[in-house]
């Protein structure tokens, strides 16, 4: 069942010159207990997605869509700070630099502490008495903090990134969220520490049902991950797919570029071999290009991509491309 489905979501930039559109018509849905990819290079667009479903949008955006239902409440006709509320108890935000998600001015004892909502108080009245003291350490202890005392007499500023993350995944699992946003958090760490969080993360999904929306331009280090990915181009979900369909058989040009930059670490791969990356510039949204907007870039593109793809369906998903692989 889907936990979230949103028809045709639009979004522009306000600018002096008018509105440019970032994107158009997207439609996108998480089931329950789904972890679903949003995998894309940088500046395609896929954090201004993310906090356009969240309702964490700034002004200078406008968002519209045709329909927003979350866990089977139509929330289409909301408007934002309503939304804002109805989503902020429902939807745990993870971004890309922890320390930067929490308060530099509060101890992590003070945030979780007026994180944690008053509905997780227990019931019994003899259990009340410092029932947020007990909770905190409770959190703390499952994302692998042993020394709680001293992760919550400091400010982020003192703590890593990988342990501000895990702060914030602790966050998350005190508010019982159902949806768990994450805007690339590892991204910056090393492996080891990003196989830590990636496993926290996915031990939320198991053990918490909760479904999670990953952002990254990463396919290899997330890939085991997910259930679904969606390959994000210019705005646009171009490929979509369960995960083994999108690894094993790409259908879109982009989808087989972002699996050709995955770096071989295998027993075979040569030394100082030239990273692959796609060539070319992502194209300018104040500049939209004519047809298909991966066709400069494109190592399969031909006259017919002058006009832009239509959506084709295959079994699980779609692709929109003239000259598709793999069929
Ligand atoms: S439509 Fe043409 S340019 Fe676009 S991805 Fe397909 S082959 Fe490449």
Known sequence: ?????????????????????????????????????????????????????????????????????????????????????????????????????????????EQMTENLPNSARPRKLWKRFFWKKREIDILLHKVGFKDTKAILNAYPGELSDVQCQKVNIAMALGRKPRLLIADDPVSTMTALSQLQILRLIDSLNQNNHVSVIYVSNDLGQIARLMDRINMIYYGEIVEQGPTEQILKNPHHPFTKIMLDAIPDMGAGSRRKSFFKAPGGDHPDFQHPPVGCPLGSRCPCADRECNIKPPQTRVKNGFYCCHFPLNT
């Open 1 to 109: 069942m889907a936990l979230i489905e949103i028809k045709n979501l639009s979004i522009s930039l306000k600018t002096p010159n008018g509105l440019v559109p970032i994107c158009k018509n997207l439609d996108f849905s998480v089931n329950e207990g789904e972890i679903v990819g949003l995998i894309g290079t940088s500046g395609a667009g896929k954090t201004l997605i993310c906090k356009a479903i969240a309702g964490i949008h700034s002004r200078d955006l406008e968002i519209s869509f045709d329909r927003y239902r979350f866990d089977n409440i139509d929330i289409t006709g909301k408007d934002l700070p309503q939304r804002r509320k109805f989503l902020s108890e429902r939807v745990a935000i993870m971004l890309q630099n922890g320390t930067r998600s929490l308060d530099p001015l509060m101890t992590i004892r």
